[in-house]
C-alpha cells in the first residue's frame, strides 16, 4: 500500500495484522479462520467444546444465541477461552469496538500514514 494512498479499512486491517504479531492471540485479535490449528492445540472435543459455547460477534448487537461459524473469515477468544467467529463483513467494526484509539493514531504516526500533528 502506497503510504500516500490509504483508507481507514485498510489501515485497520494492517494495524490488526501487526498486532496480531506481536500479541498473545488471547487478546481478543481476530485471527484468519485458516490459521485455526496453527493458534490452537485444542483436542477435537475442546474445539467442539469452545465452538458450543462459543458465539458469533455482529456489528449490530451481542447476541450470543448465535452460534459460532466456521464459514465466517475469522475468529478470536472470549474471555473463558471459547471461540468467537467474526466475518469478512464485520471485521472492521470489530476492530474499531476492540482497539485503542490512541495506539492505532501512534501506529499510524510510526508507519508514517499520518503527520505527528
Do not use: H
Request: glycine share 4%.
Amino acid at each position: 500500500m502506497n503510504k500516500n494512498d490509504y483508507n481507514y479499512e485498510e489501515l485497520i486491517r494492517e494495524y490488526g495484522a501487526e498486532y496480531l504479531q506481536e500479541s498473545d492471540y488471547y487478546d481478543r485479535c481476530p485471527i484468519p479462520m485458516d490459521e485455526f490449528e496453527q493458534f490452537t492445540n485444542y483436542t477435537p472435543l475442546e474445539a467442539i467444546t469452545r465452538a458450543f459455547y462459543g458465539y458469533r460477534w455482529s456489528r449490530f448487537e451481542r447476541d450470543e444465541d448465535e452460534a459460532f461459524n466456521p464459514n465466517d473469515e475469522y475468529f478470536t477468544f472470549n474471555g473463558y477461552g471459547n471461540l468467537v467467529s467474526i466475518s469478512e463483513y464485520d471485521y472492521e467494526v470489530y476492530m474499531k469496538s476492540e482497539i485503542d484509539e490512541t495506539d492505532f493514531i501512534d501506529w499510524c504516526v510510526e508507519q508514517g500514514y499520518l503527520d505527528e500533528e
